[in-house]
């Protein structure tokens, strides 16, 4: 396979996982952003810990969606993440009146 060809499939990887999103993102009620991952989610619990002079904080997700182009599964019904970074919580519209173009590379980071 050639650098070309990785390319090729990694775009189209990610086009398609973007199409997913434009497709479920109006089932969940919370968008969640971690320093490693992007996640939807019907229910979130944040919960910072202190250890020594670090703080880490364990988020539990409900019913979720995430964001990962190598994930073949990506609905999940519950999962829990440990991070060291801040945590990015924001409850989308009941009725989301969303404008995503119909396509676009990036996903929901814009990279």
Known sequence: MSADDLEDFESEAELLLYREYRDVVGLFRYVVETERRFYLA?????????????????????????????RHARFI???????????????????????????????????
């Open 42 to 70: 019907n229910e979130v619990s944040l919960t910072p810990h202190r250890s020594g002079g670090d703080v880490f904080f364990e988020l539990t997700l409900e019913d979720a969606w995430v964001w990962d182009v190598y």
């Open 77 to 111: 019904k519950r999962v829990r993440v440990l991070t060291f970074k801040d945590v990015n919580i924001e409850e989308l519209p009941a009725n989301p009146d969303l404008s995503l173009p119909p396509d676009g590379p990036g996903g929901p980071f814009g990279g």
